[in-house]
């Protein structure tokens, strides 16, 4: 959305998308882990469910891109990521033994 409001010359595509983020982030989900569904009108999660895979994985990627696509500008994208990283690696990531 930062790339379409530069190439449109029109900010409210970039508040648009930092609203919705800002809706997310207020939730202060333990370990930066966010459920899957999202109420439209509220914000507010529909379920617990957390996935990294289908329609679990963008909102993740996102935050690696956003705070790149900003030159670093944007600090809250890399500290959205750095914590859900650590609740990956907390919660979801297994490591294999070596027999």
């Known amino acids: 959305m930062k ?3 530069h190439s449109t010359g ?3 595509y970039w508040r648009k998308a930092e609203h919705a983020m800002k809706v997310i982030d207020n939730h202060c989900m333990p370990d930066g882990l966010l459920p899957i569904f999202v109420h439209p009108d509220t914000g507010d999660f529909r379920y617990q469910e957390i996935r990294l895979g289908s ?3 963008s909102y ?3 935050l690696v891109k956003q705070y790149l696509q900003t ?3 944007e600090q809250i994208y890399s500290e959205m990521w750095e914590e ?3 609740g990956i690696q ?3 990531a ?3 033994k070596v027999l």
């Open 94 to 96: 297994t490591t294999t």
């Open 3 to 5: 790339y379409l409001a």
């Open 71 to 73: 030159s670093g500008d």
């Open 84 to 86: 859900a990283l650590a």
């Open 60 to 62: 993740y990627e996102y």
């Open 10 to 12: 029109k900010e409210i």
């Open 90 to 92: 907390k919660h979801l």
């Open 55 to 57: 329609r679990g994985d």
